[in-house]
C-alpha cells in the first residue's frame, strides 16, 4: 500500500510541475464523482420517508456527471485562488539563517510570523471565497440541471444559508491545516479529499430541495 501511495504521489508531482491546471481539473473531477457516488449511496439505503415514498431509487448517473463535470471545472479557479492568498500572505522558514544563539527567539517569532499570515488566509478565504464558492455551486449545479433563473433562485433560498452556515464550523480549521503544514501542489487535492464528505452533504442537500 506504502508503495502504490509513493508511486501514485510521484506520478501526481510529476503531472503537476508539467500541466498544473489539467492534472488538478482531472484529480479533482475523481473527488467530486467520489463524493456524490457517496452521497447516492446514503440515499440508496435510506428508508423512505412516508409509505408514499418508494424505498426504490435508482442510480442517477447524469447526476454524477454533473458533479463530475463541475469538480472538473472548478479546480482551476481553486488552485488561483490558492496562489494569490500564497503571494498576498506569503512567509518562508529559509528567509533567515540565525546563529545558534539567536535560533531560538527566531524560531519563536517565525512561528507567530507564519500562524498570523495563515490566519489571514484562512479569514480572507472564509469571508471572500467560501460565500461565493457555495454561490458557484448551487448555481452551476442549477444551470446542469437545466433550471431556469426561478428554480435557481427557489434553491438558493433553501439550500444556500444552511450550507454557509455548515461550512463555518467545518472549514476554518480544515484551511488552517491546508494553508500551514501543505504545500501549494497539495491543496487542491487536499481539500478536495477531506470535502468528499463536504460535497456529499452539499450533494445531498442539493438533492433534498426543491427540484
Known amino acids: 500500500m506504502a508503495h502504490i501511495f509513493v508511486l501514485a504521489n510521484r506520478f501526481y508531482s510529476t503531472k503537476f510541475q508539467s500541466h498544473p491546471s489539467i492534472t488538478l481539473a482531472f484529480t479533482n473531477a475523481g473527488l467530486a464523482a467520489t463524493s456524490d457516488i457517496l452521497a447516492q449511496l446514503i440515499t ?3 428508508p423512505p420517508k412516508s409509505q408514499s ?4 431509487q435508482p442510480f442517477d448517473f447524469i447526476r454524477l456527471g454533473r458533479f463530475t463535470t463541475y469538480g472538473f471545472s ?5 488552485h488561483t485562488w490558492f496562489t494569490f492568498l500564497d503571494k498576498r500572505f506569503p512567509f518562508n522558514n529559509n528567509d533567515i539563517r540565525p546563529s545558534s544563539s539567536q535560533k531560538r527567539l527566531f524560531n519563536k ?12 488566509r484562512v479569514l480572507l478565504d472564509q469571508i471572500g471565497f467560501a460565500p461565493f464558492g457555495l454561490f458557484l455551486f448551487f448555481g452551476s449545479i442549477g444551470i446542469l440541471e437545466g433550471k431556469d433563473f426561478k428554480g435557481i433562485k427557489q434553491k438558493f433560498e433553501e439550500a444556500y444559508l444552511p450550507a454557509l452556515k455548515t461550512n463555518y464550523t467545518v472549514w ?16 487542491v487535492p487536499f481539500v478536495s479529499s477531506v470535502g468528499v464528505l463536504w460535497t456529499a452533504y452539499l450533494s445531498l442537500l442539493n438533492s433534498t430541495t426543491t427540484n
Request: aromatic share 12%.
Open 44 to 46: 440508496l439505503h435510506r
Open 53 to 56: 415514498e418508494t424505498s426504490y
Open 74 to 78: 472548478i479546480a482551476p479557479i481553486i
Open 109 to 120: 517569532k517565525n512561528l507567530i510570523g507564519q500562524n498570523q499570515m495563515v490566519l489571514k
Open 172 to 187: 476554518p480549521l480544515v484551511q488552517f491545516v491546508n494553508f500551514k503544514f501543505l504545500p501549494l501542489r497539495y491543496r
